[in-house]
């Protein structure tokens, strides 16, 4: 297979190669009262994360589409520190699905626990804000693979879910 593309953003890459990786302690300006971390602060720092893979993947800005339905698992507290891993999961036209899982580790009582998994969708944009194609993703392992054909069931639910509330509006 040529992999070889004339517009070097538009050649197809791994999805090792725009994983990205963010680390935040949580301070007490993050978190409620009671010393537990706001869900509107992960969710900014799960746009983020994501955007991060995006945009290493697409080499354009991006914005933020969709952020799809996302639960809380598990409670984080002050001095917590957050780890958000972000993927492509697929690359459509010139929309991304991200996937971004969110785990908590507490080292002074050596513990992990799953926080949080959304899934994103960005769409690349040039400096003027106009939408621009982006390159295919390569899925490698049997986990991306699988991550890969899950992203177009999704998108067909999203678009039919946009239809459906497009109807909707007068
Ligand atoms: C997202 C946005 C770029 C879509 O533009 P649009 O002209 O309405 O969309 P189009 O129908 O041309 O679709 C462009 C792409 O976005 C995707 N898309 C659009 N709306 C979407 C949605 N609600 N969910 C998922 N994907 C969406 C389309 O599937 C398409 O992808 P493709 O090219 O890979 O097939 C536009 O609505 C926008 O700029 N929104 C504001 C973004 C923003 O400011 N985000 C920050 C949070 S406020």
């Known amino acids: 297979m040529n992999l070889s593309h004339s517009d070097p953003c538009l050649t197809p890459r791994p999805v090792r190669d725009s994983q990205s990786d963010m680390a935040e302690i949580v301070l007490p300006n993050d978190a409620n009262p009671l010393g537990a971390l706001l869900g509107g602060r992960l ?92 390159a295919a993703v390569i899925p490698e392992t049997e986990e991306e693979r699988r991550r890969y054909e899950d992203a177009a069931r999704r998108r067909q639910s999203r678009h039919a879910e946009l239809e459906r509330r497009r109807k909707l509006v007068p």
């Open 43 to 134: 969710m900014h720092w799960i746009d983020l994360a994501g955007a991060l893979a995006a945009h290493r993947h697409s080499r354009h800005y991006v914005v933020t589409a969709a952020i799809d339905h996302l639960d809380f698992l598990f409670p984080v507290h002050v001095g917590d520190l957050v780890i958000l891993r972000s993927s492509v999961n697929r690359a459509f036209h010139t929309s991304m699905e991200i996937g971004v899982k969110v785990w908590v580790e507490n080292y002074i009582a050596n513990e992990a626990h799953h926080v949080s998994s959304a899934y994103l969708t960005f769409v690349a944009v040039d400096p003027n804000g106009m939408h621009v194609p982006v």
